[in-house]
T-cell receptor, first 114, second 112 residues
Framework: DGGITQSPKYLFRKEGQNVTLSCEQN?????MYWYRQDPGQGLRLIYY???????QKGDIAEGYSVSREKKESFPLTVTSAQKNPTAFYLC?????????????FGSGTRLTVV | AQSVTQPDIHITVSEGASLELRCNYS??????LFWYVQSPGQGLQLLLK??????LVQGIKGFEAEFKRSQSSFNLRKPSVHWSDAAEYFC??????????FGAGTILRVKS
């Protein structure tokens, strides 16, 4: 079955460390997205990519980095510059047709700073 | 800029009672509107969407939503709530370029 796989499900990071969250899809979608979810704040867009080797900053990109070397993969790195990284991170993908918005979401990664 | 407001952080309803979750949006043109549901620790599942046409939209799991342009609202309704409907619900608006802007969410509790 096609879908999006996020790993790991739970991740613990020490202060000052970089960590990378994995997002893989086999839906043949061109566009991929990373959202951060905090209680009471909904989902906020971190980065998105509409095509391989291209990505754009979302609303809260500071302290994060991404790459898009393969269509199937869109890893997110939470750097030590992100001062409050504890959150639930959701990856999504969609076909890259204007105003389609046909998102498929992964099951998320919960990152905790210890 | 586009924005979505969900005024109710928490709502508690009795099983079998009707439900209405409120959503107001801010968008200059005709909006693309969505409702998603999220179970704890899981991703989001699309309940329904409005792009154009009939302002009353039917979705999965017995949910419906009505687009009211004059009120900038897209409220979600269900005539009879089941215990399995307990979850967090998010309203979202299409922000162009296939990006979605989400509201803060409403947590639904169902009491038996």
């Amino acid at each position: 079955d096609g879908g999006i796989t996020q790993s790991p499900k739970y991740l613990f990071r020490k202060e000052g460390q970089n960590v990378t969250l994995s997002c893989e899809q086999n839906l043949n979608h061109d566009a991929m997205y990373w959202y951060r979810q905090d209680p009471g704040q909904g989902l906020r867009l971190i980065y998105y990519s509409q095509i391989v080797n291209d990505f754009q900053k979302g609303d809260i990109a500071e302290g994060y980095s991404v790459s898009r070397e393969k269509k199937e993969s869109f890893p997110l790195t939470v750097t030590s510059a992100q001062k409050n990284p504890t959150a639930f991170y959701l990856c999504a993908s969609s076909i890259n047709v204007l105003d389609n918005y046909g998102y498929t979401f992964g099951s998320g990664t919960r990152l905790t700073v210890v | 800029a586009q924005s979505v407001t969900q005024p109710d952080i928490h709502i508690t309803v009795s099983e079998g009672a009707s439900l209405e979750l409120r959503c107001n949006y801010s968008y200059g043109a005709t909006p693309y509107l969505f409702w998603y549901v999220q179970s704890p620790g899981q991703g989001l599942q699309l309940l329904l969407k409005y792009f154009s046409g009939d302002t009353l939209v039917q979705g999965i799991k017995g949910f419906e939503a009505e687009f009211k342009r004059s009120q900038s609202s897209f409220n979600l309704r269900k005539p009879s709530v089941h215990w399995s409907d307990a979850a967090e619900y998010f309203c979202a608006v299409g922000a162009g370029g296939n990006k979605l802007v989400f509201g803060a969410g409403t947590i639904l509790r169902v009491k038996s």
